[in-house]
Each structure stands twice: as C-alpha cells, then as structure tokens.
C-alpha cells in the first residue's frame, strides 16, 4: 500500500501561470480533501469530496478548483497562481462511514509563486 | 475568531521532561477530538483520537478533554528527541470535516 502520494514534490510557477496537482489513494477511502499549510496558519481546508464524482467548498476555496473523476484521485488546479497562494498543499483521505474520523495525508507538495 | 486555538509556540524542553499541549474551541457541537503529529517536511499522522470528556493513554502520551470549558490538552511524559515535531489539535466539524488548530512546534533537547 502506497497510501496516499502526490505529484510534484515541488514546483515554482510564475504569477499567472497553470497547474493541477494530483493526490492519489489507493486505501478505497470515500471522502478526499485538500489543504493548504502557512506559517501560524495551521492546516487550512480548500476543497473536499465525499465520493467520486462530488466536490465541496471548504474555508479558503478562492483560486482554486477541483475534480474527482476517479474514486481514487482529487486534482487540485490553479488556473492563474498569485504569489499569496505559495504554500505547502497536503492532500487527505479517509473512510466515508464508521466511527474513525482519521484522515491519512500525503507528504505534501511545495508550491512557489513568483 | 478562530474556532479552535492553539498556541503556535515554539517549546523547547530537556529530554524527560512532561510536555503540555493545549487547544481551546468555540463550538461545543464538536464531536471527536485529535492529535496530529507533524515532522519536519512531512505530512500529519494521526497521534491520538477520543470522544469524551476526560483522559485516554497511549503508551506515553495521554489525551485530556474538557467539554465544559473547552479545553483539550496531550501530555508527552518522559520526552524523548524523537517527539520533537509539530503537534496540531483536529476537532471534526460535522461528519465530513477536521478544524485545526495552529500546530505547536516542540523541540526535545538531549
């Protein structure tokens, strides 16, 4: 079991500039989310989903979006990146029923926006 | 506000000695309360986990909840350097999401 990865590891983008990053789990787990990680900040969620095919809003969704396509990927996009959005991006899962709230994140992937 | 706080620091303390952690929260709706551990560019991994009011161990960690002044604390006895990372208080919002507190960076000195 892999767990939960995401690609990259690290990327530097130009203010303006695209991307999508990719969280993948192979623990069949129901609710996927992303977060963002600032100094002082803690953990900040952006976007979540509870099942293949549904996305939600989460506490700082602006510039972003998603898609879950598959049960077992949630793509995070930035469709014009802004210097405020440099930051450390974990991804999450876990199971959608039961009693366990645990959620199993990602390494993260670090992100600057020049 | 934020609804749940928890004091950034950073701690520092010499090996043996009892670390405390602490979060408060505002909403008395929450429902499970969690500990995360954090290591220096890695991802949180869940520490601890409980429901109700009072104390639940692990080993040498203890999770303490307060539900009536809402307060939740870990304490780590006889620290080791392998604890020092960041430790963030989750509470869950509803059945879906986590809040997190700030995350307490904690350095244990040999």
């Known amino acids: 079991n892999a767990g939960v990865t995401q690609t990259p590891k690290f990327r530097v983008l130009k203010t303006g500039q695209s991307m999508t990053l990719l969280c993948a789990q192979d623990?069949?787990?129901?609710?996927m989310y992303w977060y963002r990680q600032d100094p002082g900040m803690g953990l900040r969620l952006i976007h979540y989903?509870?099942?293949?095919?549904?996305?939600a809003k989460g506490e700082v969704p602006d510039g972003y979006n998603v898609s879950r396509l598959k049960k077992q990927n949630f793509l995070l996009g930035l469709e014009s990146a802004a210097p405020s959005q440099t930051s450390v991006y974990f991804c999450?899962?876990?199971?959608?029923?039961?009693?366990?709230?645990?959620?199993?994140f990602g390494p993260g992937t670090r992100l600057l926006v020049l | 506000q934020k609804e749940v706080e928890q004091d950034p620091g950073p701690l520092s303390v010499p090996e043996g000695a009892i670390v405390s952690l602490n979060c408060t929260y505002s909403?008395?709706?929450?429902?499970?309360f969690m500990w995360y551990r954090q290591y220096s560019r890695k991802g949180p991994e869940l520490l601890m986990y409980?429901?109700?009011?009072g104390n639940k161990e692990d080993g040498r960690f203890t999770a303490q909840v307060d539900k009536s002044s809402k307060y939740i604390s870990l304490f780590i006895r006889d620290s080791q350097p392998s604890d020092s990372a960041t430790y963030l208080c989750?509470?869950?919002?509803?059945?879906?999401?986590?809040?997190f507190g700030q995350g307490t960076r904690l350095t244990i000195n040999p």
């Open positions: 989750a509470i869950t919002q509803g059945a879906q999401k986590l809040v």
């Open positions: 989903s509870v099942g293949e095919g549904t996305t």
């Open positions: 623990m069949n787990h129901e609710y």
């Open positions: 999450a899962s876990r199971y959608g029923q039961g009693a366990s709230k645990t959620q199993y």
């Open positions: 909403n008395s709706a929450f429902q499970y």
């Open positions: 409980t429901y109700s009011s």
